[in-house]
């Protein structure tokens, strides 16, 4: 089975012991676990004063790691964030970029951000959503941060139809409140747990809604990629979820 890894950062979290992968170091450890190619983004661009300085270490140091695909980090609240999205979409591999919302500290739905997805469009870039980095209960202590709320994402997706978007982080609850009103929405499973995971997301969501996301390295990359090898569901039905939907969204 062919697994294209949705949601993977490179960097340093200074909240945990968790190792500051480098490209490098991170496509070994996908390739050790049978994950044949990933987007990633850069941890750093979460807590700085603007992700331009991480946007550009991510695009030099994945240069020649094919299986790495870069998905900068653009905060639409920054006054300079046409230019920064100009500068990440001039690098041919750029097919989607990454929101922080909760960690930069913006709303779906300030006037910023309704002139940022305007502008994805045009330039035929995808919007890759993070919901949460971290279990708001497991948030450190000094950081009142909260997942980005189901209602104001609904209201995006209904405000942009035609805005290709994948969602990274939903819970499960989430996951079911937003992806059957949104048929064109994509999911990750990496926040998804319950038993039999896979069968039973696919009671409520489609498998074209569904793709494969490790979170790595905030979660271990064989326990996520478990939720889809360990599903009991036949190749014809995993197959997109692993990979074929991510491929599609971005394109590819």
Known sequence: ???????????????????????????????????????VSPLDAALAPSPGPANRELLRTTRGLAMLDPVPVINPALADWREELAACAADSRVRAVRVLPNYHHYRLRSAAVQEFAEELQRRRLRLILQ????????EFHAMHLK?????????????HPKLRVLACGL???????LAPKHPRLLADLSFVEWHDVLPSALTKV???????????????????????????????????????????????
Do not use: C
């Open 147 to 159: 997942a980005v709320p189901v209602p104001e994402i609904d209201r995006f997706l209904t405000q």
């Open 171 to 177: 819970g499960r609850v989430e996951l079911f409140a």
């Open 131 to 138: 919901v949460r980095l971290i279990d708001e209960r497991h």
């Open 1 to 39: 089975m062919n697994y294209f890894d949705a949601n993977t950062w490179v960097g340093r979290w200074p909240f945990s012991f968790q190792p500051a992968h480098a490209p490098r170091t991170l496509a070994a450890q996908l390739r050790a676990t049978g994950v044949r190619r990933a987007l």
């Open 206 to 252: 489609p498998a074209r809604q569904l793709v494969f996301g490790s979170h790595t390295p905030f979660f271990i990359t064989a326990a996520s990629r478990a939720k889809v090898a360990a599903s009991g569901l036949s190749a014809r039905v995993m197959a997109p979820i692993a990979a074929g939907n991510l491929a599609r969204f971005l394109g590819a």
